[in-house]
């Protein structure tokens, strides 16, 4: 397990975006100095653990399943507790008495459901708030604008990645894919082009701070893609095509709510106590 070197480009991970998920593979050039380990199927590590299969792989790390050579038998320590087993046939209680009656004991009153606090996080890309990163993070179809152009990113890129997730969850594919018929190949210009066409060009002072040389051969001087490829005739953001299922007074606060997040200018984004009184969220409040 090792850390998996800096990006200079979007090319590897766009390109593993694009593969089956069945086939998905991290690429060989992740096995270098200060990047993953290599590991083969019947290594051996401390004389003791065999490994026999990959299980996956993050952006950090490989997992792989390994044989403990010293412990080779399944051992169950309980197992000697289950000895025998007895049917119960009655349920012994008093029907008389409310205080002796049988009680539940899991969820035995829907008073007693208190709301669970659970968070579920991952800190391989962590990094302090008023700090300024450049690095790639984010799965390709997730990223922000600034993260694309490789410009200075701060917690503001989350809101952009979290209003991408939801229309993912929505309509059960990739929002921004930047894939290209009909090999469906990814490119940049594309993902940026769509990013243009559902939000609104990149201003000026972002384009400055991102990588000048793909900055100047993708943006005009207006934040426009130069040269988008041409493609059918993408209904609005707000439309029932592209948002399909909710009424028009739904859908119009839904829109508004994915907009407040993904503003292309991070800087214009809205915090996150901000949304969360969005009416959009009107209904969520109303069932607690």
């Known amino acids: 397990m090792?850390?998996?070197?800096?990006?200079?480009?979007?090319?590897?991970?766009?390109?593993?975006?694009?593969?089956?998920?069945?086939?998905?593979?991290?690429?060989?050039?992740?096995?270098?100095?200060?990047?993953?380990?290599?590991?083969?199927?019947?290594?051996?590590?401390?004389?003791r653990y065999e490994v026999l299969s990959k299980l996956g792989y993050g952006r950090y790390s490989t997992v792989w399943l390994v044989l403990d050579q010293k412990v080779r038998g399944r051992q169950f320590p309980s197992g000697g507790l289950l000895t025998r087993s007895v049917p119960i046939l009655t349920a012994k209680g008093c029907p008389v008495l409310p205080s002796m009656s049988l009680k539940r004991l899991w969820w035995p009153s829907i008073d007693d459901?208190?709301?669970?606090?659970?968070?579920?996080?991952?800190?391989?890309?962590?990094?302090?708030?008023?700090?300024?990163?450049?690095?790639?993070?984010?799965?390709?179809?997730?990223?922000?604008?600034?993260?694309?152009?490789?410009?200075?990113?701060?917690?503001?890129t989350d809101l952009w990645n979290l209003g991408a997730v939801i229309m993912e969850v929505f309509r059960a594919q990739s929002f921004f894919s930047g894939c290209?018929?009909?090999?469906?190949?990814?490119?940049?210009?594309?993902?940026?082009?769509?990013?243009?066409?559902?939000?609104?060009?990149?201003?000026?002072?972002?384009?400055?701070?991102g990588h000048q040389e793909s900055v100047e051969e993708i943006f005009d001087d207006e934040g426009y893609v130069k040269q988008p490829r041409k493609m059918s005739k993408m209904p609005p953001l707000g439309s029932e095509i592209w948002i399909p299922g909710l009424g028009e007074s739904v859908r119009v606060r839904f829109v508004s709510f994915l907009k407040e997040m993904m503003k292309v200018d991070p800087e214009k984004r809205k915090s996150p106590m901000d949304l969360l009184k969005h009416p959009w969220l009107d209904a969520w409040r109303l069932l607690r």
């Not at 998905?24 to 401390?46: N, R």
């Not at 008023?130 to 917690?155: F, G, H, M, T, Y």
């Not at 018929?181 to 972002?206: A, C, T």
């Open 2 to 47: 090792a850390t998996i070197p800096e990006q200079d480009s979007h090319a590897h991970e766009a390109s593993a975006n694009r593969q089956d998920l069945n086939k998905f593979e991290e690429s060989v050039d992740a096995y270098c100095i200060g990047g993953f380990h290599p590991v083969c199927l019947g290594d051996a590590y401390h004389d």
């Open 113 to 156: 459901i208190y709301e669970p606090e659970i968070v579920l996080g991952g800190w391989g890309s962590a990094s302090f708030m008023e700090q300024k990163n450049i690095k790639l993070i984010q799965p390709i179809a997730l990223c922000s604008p600034e993260v694309l152009i490789r410009a200075p990113w701060d917690a503001k």
């Open 180 to 209: 290209v018929p009909p090999d469906e190949n990814y490119e940049l210009s594309q993902h940026m082009h769509k990013i243009v066409d559902k939000f609104g060009p990149f201003p000026k002072r972002l384009l400055e701070k």
